[in-house]
């Protein structure tokens, strides 16, 4: 069931007709995100962690995490990826088990440390990525954070080349963290070569832009999760004033 799972995950990253992921925090809205016609689920760290009532960065225990996975692998029929930063500090092997026991059907890799944000040696992240393949085989759709633009050199020949490289170590898709630029975007996955996810945030181009583009997965990150806790604290603030919060 997991291997069909994965198999449909990785046949629908589509350049040109991406894979949109309004990334879910919790039972109840990845219950949203499927009863709203969308055919998978991704889950963000981020977004789960503060649900957890920890920090991002691997501050959120490894069992807590995966818990949190299997909680919305039960609810929902179509497919999971779950972001799962970067490991954890778990061996391949580990991680694999932990999240096909967790009925994950994909899962985000990160390659800077989340606690330092420094980036990890190209080779020693493809050998990771390899081993994380290697374990999984077909039953996993690997999708790996390229985190150049974010705490590199911010150069495109940086990020081509760790997401080639990351590619060819078994990876199903490459996630550059990419500034929001359409030129950049555009000419970063026609050097890639193979499917590339675009995080959607202010100033993005808009979702027909992005498959114009030849981007295969857009993502929304803790995006979502913050627009709610916003409104919901809206809605907190409205009662501490006398006021109803439906009005």
């Not at 109840?28 to 920090?55: D, K, N």
């Not at 779950?82 to 994950?104: I, M, N």
């Not at 633009?149 to 150069?155: A, E, I, K, P, V």
Request: aromatic share 6%; net charge negative; proline share 6%.
């Amino acid at each position: 069931m997991t291997t069909d799972k994965a198999a449909l995950l990785r046949a629908l990253h589509v350049p040109g007709n991406p894979l949109v992921l309004p990334n879910a925090w919790d039972a109840a809205s990845a219950r949203a995100v499927q009863e709203a016609g969308f055919p998978v689920i991704a889950t963000g760290s981020a977004a789960v962690s503060q649900v957890l009532g920890y920090e991002d960065g691997e501050q959120t225990p490894v069992a807590e995490m995966m818990a949190a996975v299997a909680r919305i692998t039960r609810v929902v029929d179509v497919p999971v990826t779950a972001d799962v930063e970067r490991g954890y500090g778990l061996k391949p092997a580990e991680l694999v088990e932990r999240l096909l026991t967790a009925g994950a059907a994909g899962c985000n890799l990160e390659d800077s440390d989340p606690r330092t944000h420094v980036l990890m040696d190209v080779e020693a992240q493809a050998e990771f990525l390899a081993d994380v393949r290697a374990a999984a085989g077909p039953a996993l759709v690997i999708n790996a954070r390229v985190d150049t633009y974010l705490y590199g050199d911010r150069t495109r020949e940086a990020a081509v080349t760790r997401a080639r490289r990351y590619l060819e170590a078994g990876a199903d898709c490459v996630y550059p963290i990419v500034l929001g630029d359409a030129e950049e975007i555009g000419a970063l996955v026609s050097e890639v070569g193979g499917p590339v996810n675009v995080l959607f945030r202010p100033g993005v181009p808009d979702l027909a832009r992005l498959a114009e583009l030849g981007v295969a997965r857009v993502s929304y990150g803790g995006g979502l999760h913050r627009a709610a806790y916003e409104y919901a604290r809206g809605l907190i603030q409205a009662i501490d004033e006398g006021r109803s919060p439906y009005e």
